[in-house]
């Protein structure tokens, strides 16, 4: 199937404090693409940890919001205790969503961040198996490289310009917003 962008939810940056929504969609997700994303089966439980360091580990997470559910997202994560030249990249996309066009606008949003941190090498240990990652990279090969097979892709990102830090500053704007409107529709009205 062909994943036009038909989807009717927004993408934006999560805030730290909305964990237990990145929590809730990892623990969703089937087991399969449990597996893809995390390399291996893992528990709840090792889901509930990893998810609780979500602010901790300083990473961006990019979100696909659907009636106030994470129901896809897009980890760029420090190697070190700073942005160095090396980042990592990892996507979860839920099966009901899923060849909708998210992942390839996630993984676009990544390399402009990575871009935009001076990040010069993205790696993903997803690609070897992973035909529908390897479909995703190859739409956005005017802004990486990687080599096909390998078990670490790695991404090239040009140099960060003034349209790629406006543009995701615009987003940053664009996604407070939305955040704030997410937020204040879940405080219940007062009788
Ligand atoms: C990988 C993943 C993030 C992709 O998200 P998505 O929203 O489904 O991706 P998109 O819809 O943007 O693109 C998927 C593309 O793969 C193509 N595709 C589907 N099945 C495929 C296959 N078996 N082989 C090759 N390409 C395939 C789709 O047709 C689509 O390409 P198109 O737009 O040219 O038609 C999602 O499937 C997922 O979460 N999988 C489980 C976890 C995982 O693998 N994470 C990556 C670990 S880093």
Not at 30 to 54: C, N, P, T
Not at 56 to 62: D, Q
Not at 84 to 105: L, N, P, R, Y
Not at 106 to 130: D, K
Request: proline share 2%; hydrophobic share 40%.
């Amino acid at each position: 199937m062909s994943s036009h962008r038909t989807w009717g939810g927004t993408i934006r940056k999560l805030w730290p404090k909305e964990q237990e929504k990145f929590r809730d969609h990892l623990l969703r997700l089937d087991k399969e693409s449990r597996r893809l994303r995390f390399a291996h089966g893992v528990s709840d439980s090792f889901i509930e940890e990893y998810a609780s360091r979500m602010g901790e580990m300083g990473s961006i997470v990019y979100a696909y919001i659907e009636d106030g559910e994470v129901r896809g997202a897009a980890e760029l994560k420090k190697l070190g205790d700073t942005w160095g030249k090396e980042a990592e990249a990892a996507f979860s996309v839920e099966m009901a969503f899923q060849e909708h066009g998210i992942g390839t606008d996630l993984m676009g949003r990544v390399i402009r961040a990575a871009r935009n941190r001076g990040v010069q090498h993205l790696y993903m240990s997803c690609l070897a198996e992973n035909a529908k990652m390897q479909t995703i990279a190859r739409k956005h090969e005017a802004s990486l490289r990687f080599e096909y097979g390998d078990v670490v892709g790695e991404i090239v990102p040009q140099g960060p310009n003034y349209f790629s830090i406006l543009a995701e500053a615009m987003d940053d704007r664009a996604g407070y917003l939305m955040a704030v409107l997410d937020i204040t529709t879940r405080i219940p009205k007062a009788a």
